[in-house]
Nanobody, 119 residues
Framework: VRLVESGGGLVQAGGSLRLSCVAS????????LGWYRQAPGKQRELVAS????????NYVDSVKGRFTISRDNAKNTLSLQMNSLKPEDTAVYYC?????????????WGQGTQVTVSS
């Protein structure tokens, strides 16, 4: 099983980045997907989640209207478009895939990608 994130980097405040996560070894189209982030000294938090069909999407309040999560089941890819970035968005961003009802259940994480927003 592999979840491989890419797209992180250094950007100025107000800029944009697009994160991608390519999955292999899981039933991607039956997985609940999410982006999490962890800033230094803080707990990991859920940034955005998307259900299997893509019909239910949730965002943490701090990114609403700026970030967009999407999934492409044909390409086993999860994306996060981040616009109007702020210094407080600086963190390591992780992709997560889980299956909580059907067997086998699983909960997998990517290795993380660093996003740094300068003021």
């Amino acid at each position: 099983v592999r979840l491989v994130e890419s797209g992180g980097g250094l950007v100025q405040a107000g800029g944009s980045l697009r994160l991608s996560c390519v999955a292999s070894g899981i039933t991607f189209n039956l997985s609940l997907l999410g982006w999490y982030r962890q800033a230094p000294g803080k707990q990991r938090e859920l940034v955005a989640s998307i259900n299997i069909s893509g019909s239910r999407i949730n965002y943490v309040d701090s990114v609403k209207g700026r970030f967009t999560i999407s999934r492409d089941n044909a390409k086993n890819t999860l994306s996060l478009q981040m616009n109007s970035l702020k210094p407080e968005d600086t963190a390591v961003y992780y992709c997560n895939a889980k299956r909580v009802i059907l067997e086998p259940k699983y909960d997998y994480w990517g290795q993380g990608t660093q996003v740094t927003v300068s003021s």
